[in-house]
T-cell receptor
């Protein structure tokens, strides 16, 4: 069965304390892996798309990487404004255009 | 430019009533998607439109749920005879052409509470 699993469910960091969020997937053929950020009461905001193993993308303090089984979202020297829920989603062969989401990692960055 | 908009922002209804949720996609986007986000469940796909046609309705949970899109733009998701388990945030997304691997941009959602 095609699945997307994110860990940890919740993460609390001190400002400046770098860490990584994990998204592991078991799909029949990955077409794309997407990272979104969601703030309370708002819709998901697009961050990155990764298409093939070995690919990396960066934006400010965030860096996303992809292997054949998982993706990591690395957060370097986070700030309180990075606090949000980070969602991972995949498109896979036979899944059409829909995104299949993980349940997210709730990140809180404290001063 | 303007993003995806949804209305109403919040909707409270009584069990058994029908509700209509509206989505305005980004101008020029031909693909439109509906998702549902329930507590502890994550986002679940409901339906995908390419223009006015819906080639993938596989996520609609029951025949109480239906959706249409007119003029290749606005879409309406209708839930008939609402049940308490329908309470969730309903999110709409759009993408430029519906090409796979294309970024889907989300609206703010409609929060539905069925009493």
């Amino acid at each position: 069965e095609d699945q997307v699993t994110q860990s940890p469910e919740a993460l609390r960091l001190q400002e400046g304390e770098s860490s990584s969020l994990n998204c592991s997937y078991t799909v029949s053929g990955l077409r794309g892996l997407f990272w979104y950020r969601q703030d309370p009461g708002k819709g998901p905001e697009f961050l990155f798309t990764l298409y093939s193993a070995g690919e990396e993308k960066e934006k400010e303090r965030l860096k996303a990487t992809l292997t054949k089984k998982e993706s990591f979202l690395h957060i370097t020297a986070p700030k309180p404004e990075d606090s949000a829920t980070y969602l991972c989603a995949v498109q896979f062969t036979g899944g059409g255009n829909k995104l299949t989401f993980g349940t997210g990692t709730q990140l809180k960055v404290e001063l | 430019g303007a993003g995806v908009s949804q209305s109403p922002s919040n909707k409270v209804t009584e069990k058994g009533k029908d509700v209509e949720l509206r989505c305005d996609p980004i101008s020029g986007h031909t693909a439109l998607y509906w998702y549902r986000q329930s507590l502890g469940q994550g986002l679940e796909f409901l339906i995908y439109f390419q223009g006015n046609s819906a080639p993938d309705k596989s996520g609609l949970p029951s025949d109480r749920f239906s959706a249409e899109r007119t003029g290749g733009s606005v879409s309406t998701l209708t839930i008939q005879r609402t049940q308490q388990e329908d309470s969730a945030v309903y999110l709409c997304a759009s993408s430029l052409s519906g090409y796979r691997q294309e970024t889907q941009y989300f609206g703010p959602g409609t929060r539905l509470l069925v009493l």
